[in-house]
């Protein structure tokens, strides 16, 4: 994780005035403050029951405590964005807020975040993001919250070294940024091919966010990577647990992580448990019936036909507890929209670059599990 650097001071007179607090005693900490961590954490577990309503009210009142947390601005959009027309009048509202404060770069960067995710329901504004992005930073080179939406475009280009600069920046004065150290985890994962200095930007985000459950569902990615399997199965899990609507990349994609573990593991038995429960639960479909049917084709070895239960027990429990809304699949990591919903995306806010991730820790996976191989 990055941070600022320490700070020691000699010991003082007592007739030299106070030094003013060092950068290190004044470090960004946004969830240190309970009143922001409580509505956050409210608003998160309405989002992946799919109550967008509720959701949105608990980002408002956590946004009202700290404006600029990157999280809970994109939440925010990635919310308003389940209900149609939700986003355009936020849209409208962030227009007009910006109307009235022409100089603000809190304004500029919250009409960049609504601009972003307007892009992925079909209108293109991503010019229009950049431009508000942009002018904030000029407003404010300092500006955490305007250098992580700059950089998940540059991401979303696939410009992965501008990306890890933006990211980086917004460190520098935020090192608990959680969406800049998702990102920037992603990059060292997928471009960098250093999945353990991956896990050092994400492994603290869940005693940060305990109900962010994407960040589950990265972590798991990344302990499969380094071949740890257990701790890979359990965070998989846990993902799972925490997404009951299946709503972002935990919810969507769990299982068929899940199974994919299992096959390196060489539990075939166990991975067609869980696609059966991927299938059943809607999530990932085509590419659960396609990991299915390779191993009732004997890809993987011989199945039982009465697999016994398994550690992973509770993802199956959560499959039975889950309903989902054909209209509202998809789209947020992670981030958002198509309508979002209404379309077959994921809804998590780190969803802009959702496919292009999945198909490279697919191939990334596939590739780790060579090396595993080719070594052992």
Do not use: W
Not at 109 to 119: I, K, P
Not at 280 to 294: E, I, P
């Amino acid at each position: 994780m990055l941070a600022l650097a320490s700070v020691c001071s000699a010991p003082l007179s007592a007739a030299t005035p106070a030094p003013k607090p060092s950068p290190a005693a004044t470090e960004r900490d946004d969830y240190a403050n309970t009143a922001f961590t409580a509505p956050l954490g409210e608003g998160l577990r309405a989002f992946y029951t799919r109550d967008f309503v509720a959701a949105r009210k608990g980002f408002e009142a956590a946004l009202a405590v700290i404006p600029d947390n990157t999280l809970a601005l994109s939440f925010l959009n990635a919310a308003a964005a389940q209900t149609p027309g939700d986003l355009d009048a936020l849209v409208d509202a962030e227009e007009d807020a910006l109307v009235k404060a022409p100089k603000s770069q809190l304004a500029h960067v919250r009409l960049g975040f609504s601009y972003m995710f307007a892009s992925l329901t079909g209108r293109d504004r991503n010019v229009d993001a950049r431009e508000e992005l942009n002018a904030a930073v000029l407003l404010d080179p300092t500006s955490q919250s305007a250098h992580t939406a700059l950089g998940i475009m540059r991401e979303s280009e696939r410009s992965a070294n501008r990306a890890k600069t933006e990211f980086v920046e917004a460190l520098t004065t935020d090192p608990q940024n959680v969406l800049a150290r998702e990102y920037l985890a992603l990059i060292y994962q997928t471009d960098l091919k250093d999945p353990q200095r991956a896990l050092s930007q994400i492994i603290n985000v869940p005693n940060l966010v305990p109900d962010y459950a994407d960040i589950y569902f990265h972590i798991a990615s990344l302990m499969h990577d380094m071949g740890q399997y257990d701790a890979a199965i359990g965070y998989a899990t846990r993902g799972l647990q925490a997404d009951i609507g299946h709503v972002g990349e935990a919810g969507q994609h769990g299982y068929t992580l899940l199974a994919r573990i299992y096959l390196d593991e060489k539990k075939p038995d166990d991975a067609r448990r869980v696609l059966k429960a991927s299938i059943s639960a809607g999530t990932d479909v085509a590419y659960a019936a396609t990991l299915l049917k390779k191993i009732d084709d004997g890809a993987y070895g011989k199945v039982d036909a009465s697999p016994s239960p398994t550690p992973s027990s509770p993802a199956k429990k959560k499959k039975l507890g889950a309903t989902r809304s054909p209209s509202t699949t998809g789209a947020a990591s992670r981030a958002g929209p198509t309508v979002r919903r209404g379309c077959t995306c994921d809804s998590s806010p780190t969803a802009r670059v959702r496919r292009a991730r999945r198909s490279r820790s697919r191939r990334a996976s596939r590739a780790g599990a060579a090396r595993r191989t080719a070594a052992s």
